[in-house]
């Protein structure tokens, strides 16, 4: 099970630390994602992490902004996100894959003003 945290209001221009932890067994083979979803848009990946750290941004508008990352020993996926859009407003959900996307979080809110 995947739980997502840190999500909240702010003011564009600022900063959010999401984390996305996993309980049920350890994730550490897996590749690792951040996702999002805008209302009335389709969900888009925008990072991803290798098991052993290797990151991609998928996303143009997000490089240099967002940092993913993941503690492999504490079971946890990370995202450090700067300089903070309204175009980022949107729910952002944690994903791991063995071979594709089977494993999500319930998503948190994050809403840029």
């Known amino acids: 099970q995947l739980v997502e945290s840190g999500g909240g209001s702010v003011q564009a221009g600022g900063s959010l630390g999401l984390s996305c932890t996993a309980s049920?067994?350890?994730?550490?083979?897996?590749?690792m994602g951040w996702f999002r979803q805008s209302p009335g848009k389709e969900r888009e990946e925008i990072a991803e992490?290798?098991?052993?750290?290797?990151?991609?941004y998928l996303v143009d508008s997000v490089r240099g902004r967002l940092i993913i990352s993941r503690d492999n020993d504490k079971n946890t996926l990370s995202l450090q996100m700067d300089h903070l859009e309204p175009e980022d407003t949107a729910l952002y959900y944690c994903?791991?894959?063995?071979?594709?996307?089977?494993?999500w979080g319930q998503g948190t809110q994050v809403t840029v003003s």
């Open positions: 994903a791991a894959a063995a071979t594709w996307y089977d494993h």
């Open positions: 992490i290798k098991p052993r750290g290797a990151p991609r």
């Open positions: 049920d067994y350890p994730y550490s083979p897996y590749c």
